[in-house]
């Protein structure tokens, strides 16, 4: 029976390891890049690898930038994972200046020239803030990471998690029905795995996610 | 802080995994997909699996191995072997590899290594780089391709660099005297490397001790480090290995 938890799928990267996530804990996910589906979803995953800018014209092609913005203000709960994540702010340094769903207001930029580019590997995330998204995973936990670029959100009350990679960046944002993370929970062990557990009890839960 | 990775590496053949891992308590060690969990459950970071069947029906059988190992082990899978075009490389991402790993095709057809960056990104294209050192008035480190069994007329660092140029996001490294003779990685290759290049670099090829871990990490300034037979052949645990290196303040995840 469907879940109601709706993997958007606009051909960027290995979906098959979120779908398998979810099925392990027991969820069938459908996968979609129809704007009808993600219209009657119950919660929607935003994934995605590669580059900012060719899968901004690809959501818009598919007419899913406006359903997304448009759910999203109506509580839709919505995680967004590695690019997925940057796709929600306003705008992405990658390839001139491209904008983006601008569902949480800031910029992507490019990760300090110093460290190896892609940050790639498995890195710590701080919880500075508390959230039910974390629940059962202790601070300083490792996850697996593997970007160029980065979110800054102009309002950082969203900021729940951060990761040290030259810089501290944001690698977890929460607002309301939004919650996003920079790093891969389907490539980080039981301890990802916790993470989608926790986002889809918040989602299907009801609660302020 | 960014933890230093420790990968196993199988050798699959016709879907199987070939070299002994007759250690492991498995009811089957040969299968793949039970060696991958055996993996994931001892704490290794990211799994590399080379099919050396190279052949279309190989290259098929490793796409419905993938897929059934992504099914369980939640960690990041490189998958290497004959791949020749981006038909090949997609199918496998589509399998559930999170990187392909281009060797031979990589110097035959450097096209193949920016036509997949940009159709896939960098963060999935390693470029696997054999090399043997040439020793002469100027020592240099020779490119092998074809399994190690042809030599071509490129400098490994060059090569490297061009590699990153053109897109690749992570460069393997296996130095070709050392692999096999567990007597430890060539660290200076290593260094080499790590320090033309700007992403990150796995040492591959020699591992015999946790301490030569240790040496390609901290001398090598190697990202990661790759070792198949000291762990299939139960030398170590991967567990061993990390308190090893963090009892020596390299950076690991448990």
Request: hydrophobic share 40%; aromatic share 6%.
């Amino acid at each position: 029976m469907s879940s109601g938890i709706v993997i958007v799928d606009y051909g960027a990267g290995n979906l098959r390891s979120v779908i398998n996530a979810l099925r392990t804990l027991g969820h069938e996910p459908e996968v979609s890049a129809d704007p009808r589906q993600i219209a009657l979803a119950r919660a929607v995953i935003l994934p995605g690898v590669g580059a900012g800018g060719p899968a901004m014209e690809e959501l818009d092609k598919l007419n899913l930038s406006d359903t997304l913005r448009r759910r999203v203000q109506q509580k839709l709960p919505l995680l967004g994972v590695c690019l997925g994540l940057q796709l929600l702010m306003s705008a992405t340094e990658e390839g001139g200046l491209v904008p983006c769903l601008g569902i949480v207001p800031g910029l992507v930029k490019k990760l300090p020239e110093e460290g190896k580019t892609p940050h790639m590997g498995w890195n710590q995330v701080k919880q500075v803030k508390p959230h039910p998204i974390f629940d059962g995973i202790p601070d300083n936990a490792n996850f697996y990471f593997v970007h160029s670029y980065y979110a800054e959100p102009e309002n950082s009350s969203v900021v729940v998690g951060t990761t040290d990679y030259g810089i501290n960046f944001c690698s977890v944002l929460a607002s309301g029905n939004v919650i996003a993370t920079q790093f891969h929970p389907e490539k980080s062990g039981a301890t990802g795995l916790k993470f989608y557990d926790n986002f889809i009890k918040l989602a299907m839960g009801g609660q302020a996610c | 802080m960014l933890t230093r990775r420790i990968i196993p590496c199988l050798d699959v053949k016709q879907g199987r995994v070939v070299k002994g891992t007759s250690f492991v308590k498995l009811k089957d060690a040969g299968d793949p997909v039970e060696l991958a969990d055996y993996y994931y459950k001892a704490g290794a970071d990211e799994l590399v699996f080379l099919d050396i069947t190279a052949t279309p029906e190989g290259r098929q059988t490793m796409a419905s191995v993938v897929e059934r190992i992504s099914e369980k082990v939640f960690m990041p899978l490189t998958v290497g072997g004959g791949l020749r075009s981006i038909e090949d490389i997609h199918r496998l991402l589509r399998a559930g590899a999170d990187k392909v790993s281009l060797n031979t095709s990589a110097v035959m057809n450097q096209r193949l290594i920016s036509d997949g960056a940009e159709r896939f990104g960098s963060q999935c294209m390693v470029v696997a780089i054999d090399a043997k050192k040439n020793e002469g008035a100027v020592p240099w480190w020779q490119v092998y391709v074809s399994s190690g069994q042809q030599p071509v007329e490129l400098d490994a660092v060059d090569w490297a660099r061009r590699a990153v140029a053109l897109g690749a996001g992570e460069i393997l490294l296996t130095s070709m005297d050392a692999d096999g003779h567990r007597a430890g990685y060539d660290i200076e290759l290593t260094r080499a490397i790590s320090e033309a290049v700007n992403v990150p670099v796995i040492a591959s090829g020699g591992a015999g001790t946790l301490e030569d871990l240790y040496l390609a990490l901290a001398e090598g300034k190697a990202d990661a480090v790759l070792a198949a037979s000291i762990f299939h052949y139960g030398v170590h645990t991967v567990a061993e290995a990390k308190e090893y290196l963090a009892k020596k303040g390299v950076p690991v995840r448990f």
